[in-house]
């Protein structure tokens, strides 16, 4: 299956991504997110974060997800490569997602071409048809 | 939509449904049909139906599709019964735009440019990966925070008649940091004085056209040929988490049912997570002011080690496109306080405002509107009439016309930086990709963009500059 496609977006970026479960349609937005900066492909597996979000929707749950990719680069530059574990649990109506994220340090040999700001609610959706997820997302560039 | 013809330049959605007040866009035919193109007339008539809202909800000629209010958007809020909205403002809150003038001309630097852009490059950290040179501490940047570009001139940063140039003297007095995230401050903490990537950009200028000779000359603009520096940055990442942190807080706080679009999430200005945001965003902004005065220094410290001076590299003014501020402003015959959200707009007061530089007060501020890269850029003069027209407010720059994705399909960044080359221009850039995304025929014309702002009169042509060395992040 396709991990993600990128969709034409006058301003910004807008992706979809896709998964047979909630859980890998979360991750491959992730990459998705990854490529609108770096090839994710590239990022060796040298360094890993644990990542933590909960929301109240799964809409607000993947933009605090979404949201830690840029942050890990401004405060760790952590280029995101991988990502592992990942789990999505409701309870008491909160829902919560623990994960693992791999990658390396930004290094010269690296190149960086964009520069997602913000992950935004616009256009978001989160929708199950045929045993297949998709997720689909406008980030601010 | 049904848009109503007011003139050649105006149009209006009249009010209806849920709306409190019309539209009215300010845009020629041509930048019509681009605006028609996507959601803004759907989001700016959103942003009508907003409590409190005044007057009119408007767009700018600029104006395109942006996240709850439209890129390009002005609106009006009484303080008693209106809101504040992190969408009104958007997430990179103060970007802007600052412009410094020097007495060299062209003749001056062609020879020298390649030198004087690569030592720029050197000295301002751009590019994604790239932190700033200065270590903070939590507690310098809460200072930061709360004093704006004041914190830079007094350690060392330009001189203290930048800050006179500088909207708001290049500090908001209601910041607050205290209301700002950790995480926000995480992310401020290793990009002050860093241009960033994406639209920013840093350019060495000369003026190839001026139109209106004596407002030029007030503003420290004098021939033709002569050599400007202009610097297109914002707050960075600190900026940007402020606003995601507030939509959220926002969200938990007061709901979303009912909104027609998430990101128009807002609080009454008078309640606390008003209050907060209000403070966190002027604490932002003052990042940007400091970030910006930290680049202007850099600038002047390499036109000197190269040229041999940064005399005369006086600042013309600074100015915020990203940003809401509480304003004095005439409603129903009634001046009022109000809190004015610009997004992708820049305040254009006429003479006589008191918050304008006093070398300035008698013809009006100066108004900068950067085109995209290696494209003219233009200085306009703020007017009287904005006041009644847009809430004294003009456009911001060209505005997107092609996605980001298909630029990097249809453009290369080498094609470009030798397009760029055979117009005399230099281009330096960390990425090449970024450059093919950034790509000049990717935007709308901003010559279009600023005509209209003339004509319209919300705010008039001064100088019209062009590149001649590029710096992108």
Known sequence: ?141 | MELKRINDNTWEIPKHGEMKVPALIYASRKLLDAIRGDLTLEQAKNVACLPGIQRMSYVMPDAHQGYGFPIGGVAAFDLEEGIISPGGVGYDINCGVRLLRTDYMEKDVTARRKELLAEIFKEVPAGVGKGGVTKLSQSVLKEILVKGAGWAVENGYGTSNDLQMTEEQGRMKDADGTYVSHRALERGIPQLGTLGAGNHFLEIQKVDRIYDDDVAKVFGIDAEGQILVMIHCGSRGLGHQVASDYIQSMENAFGIKGLPDRELIHAPIKSSQGQQYYRSMSAAVNYAFANRQMIAHWVRDVFKKVLGSSQGMRQVYDVCHNVAKIEKHTVEGREKDLCIHRKGATRSFGPGRIEIPEAYRAVGQPVIIPGSMGTASYILLGTPEAEALSFSSTAHGAGRLMSRHEAIRRFRGEQIRDDLAKKGIELQSTSWKGIAEEAPAAYKDVDEVVRVSHEVGIGRLVARVVPVGVMKG
Not at chain 1, 26 to 43: C, K, Q, R, V, Y
């Open chain 1, 1 to 141: 299956m396709q991990k993600y496609r990128i969709l034409p977006h006058t301003a910004d970026a807008k992706f979809q991504a896709f998964g047979a479960a909630l859980e890998e349609a979360f991750a491959n937005a992730a990459l998705a997110t990854a490529s609108l900066m770096w090839d994710w492909g590239e990022a060796k597996n040298r360094q890993s974060f644990p990542v933590s979000v909960q929301g109240i929707d799964l809409e607000q749950l993947l933009y605090r997800f979404l949201e830690e990719i840029p942050f890990l680069l401004n405060t760790k530059k952590f280029l995101l490569g991988s990502i592992k574990d990942l789990r999505i649990e409701k309870s008491d109506g909160i829902y919560r997602l623990e994960a693992v994220f791999w990658g390396d340090e930004f290094q010269d040999h690296y190149e960086v071409f964009g520069d997602v700001k913000a992950i935004t609610y616009s256009e978001m959706k989160i929708e199950q048809c045929n045993d297949r997820w998709t997720i689909q997302v406008v980030v601010d560039m």
